[in-house]
């Protein structure tokens, strides 16, 4: 049994049925307390200043991670600077395990893509299908968290972000992740709702400002804290939300066909409007990441999408500035009106 290193959300039910454990880069740089230094580390290895700090940032933490020897590095439906980061590892000596989602969700190319992980991890179908079982347990508890989070109001919106950002590994531990979302639902039915907005979508000055976020998981999770601070709650999280896999299916496959995250922006597109009904949202924050080709998607976003959007970009894990502050506050004071 192995640790494994993950650049994104890929088919983990691979892993597990290999015997190793998944581990999400994103999440260990992102929460670690040195996450700015190591940026600065990358920088100082060469990186250019005018790249991704969530790449510089995995490049590092992986660097300071010895336990995982191989990283499986998602080549197409994520970060097209991931190529050179892989090349970068290589030299370090970390072994490399490419993955690539089919730009048009073809089934048969996807279908092959998994059985070259299973291939090169030593499993078999049979032991994925198995762990598919396994995970769908646990990701119904993370479903719950999520429907807590809009339908009964309470939970917050980076509670409900943290959760389901860990889908993507379960953080190593599927059954203990379990029984730690088991403890929190039962703590969070005990609370008094986090809103006092009426079911009906009362617009009545004053009340809880309901929000999405959209686009990759914010380099600065303290964007939540500050929106709950001016009266706002994020009740749907995007891509995190993608990460738990809430689909109702029982071939793998198709269920990795329906994320839509590695695919055209459109599939995401019809998931957020869909989710924009269903939530009751007053607006929608467009997270970007500096120096990321999903910025040009913001273009179609706002031409597709009929509500108010306010286009955040973030850069590195320094907190939020008073740029940023001060475009949010407007933005909320605005949809307060």
């Not at 510089?56 to 190529?83: F, M």
């Not at 922006?265 to 019809?270: C, G, K, M, T």
Request: aromatic residues 10%.
């Amino acid at each position: 049994m192995g640790k494994i290193g993950l650049t994104t959300t890929v088919p983990v039910e691979v892993i597990y049925a290999a015997g190793d454990i998944p581990v999400d880069l994103n999440n260990i740089f992102i929460t670690s307390s040195e996450a700015m230094h190591r940026v600065e580390e990358a920088e100082l290895a060469g990186f250019p200043r005018n790249v991704c700090g969530w790449i510089k940032g995995l490049y590092s933490t992986a660097l300071h991670s010895p336990e995982i020897e191989r990283i499986v590095a998602v080549t197409q439906g994520d970060c097209s600077n991931t190529h050179a980061l892989m090349e970068t590892w290589e030299v370090e000596g970390i072994g490399i395990i490419p993955f690539a989602f089919p730009y048009d969700r073809d089934p048969d190319m996807l279908r092959l893509q998994m059985d070259k992980l299973i291939e090169a991890l030593g499993t078999t179908w049979e032991g994925v299908n198995q762990q598919k079982k396994r995970l769908d347990q646990v990701r119904a508890l993370a479903w719950e968290i999520d429907r807590m989070t809009w339908e009964e109001n309470q939970v917050s919106g980076f509670e409900n972000h943290l959760y389901l950002v860990s889908c993507s590994d379960f953080n190593g531990d599927p059954e203990n992740f379990a029984r730690e979302m088991v403890g929190f639902i039962q703590t969070a039915r005990a609370r008094e709702p986090l809103s006092a907005r009426a079911r009906s979508g009362s617009h009545a000055k004053g009340r809880e400002i309901r929000l999405g976020f959209i686009g990759v998981p914010p380099i600065f999770p303290e964007l939540y804290d500050f929106l709950e601070e001016n009266g706002a709650r994020v009740v749907f999280n995007e891509v995190q939300r993608q990460f738990s896999m809430p689909f109702e299916t029982d071939d793998i496959v198709e269920q990795y066909r329906l994320y839509t995250y590695p695919y055209k922006v459109f599939q995401r597109i019809e998931d957020i409007a869909c989710e924009m009904e269903r939530r009751q949202l007053d607006g929608i924050i467009h997270y970007t990441q500096s120096f990321c080709y999903r910025q040009i998607e913001d273009l179609i976003i706002r031409k597709k999408l009929t509500c108010p959007i306010l286009t955040l970009e973030g850069e590195n894990p320094m907190g939020l500035d008073a740029r940023t502050k001060m475009r949010v506050e407007s933005f909320l004071s605005m949809l307060g009106d």
